[in-house]
């Protein structure tokens, strides 16, 4: 087996981590947030798809997390979190004050 063969069969097992990451879903639609309440696995890396079907811009906005994303009506995105100790992070849409949320880490 050369360098490049064995550098390559390391790498599998890492490329097949990247790919199992659990995906959780949130859509932001004119300022209803839904789900409102999202449960992930505590202490583990997962991804957050990001859709605004609505008609007015949205942004994902969580103090807690650092974290934030702006959506255009009709665009879809992501963002990928760390590993989360245990416990309950607030998140809001930027553009619809009343529009909040809940991440909650198990």
Known sequence: MGKWSTLLALGMPLLALAQEMPVF???MKDGVLTPARLEVPARQRFKLLLSNPGKTPAEFESLP?????????????FLVFQSLSPGEYKFYDEFHANATGLIVAR
């Open 25 to 27: 879903r949130l859509e």
């Open 65 to 77: 997390l650092r974290k934030e994303k702006v959506l255009a009506p009709g665009v879809t995105s």
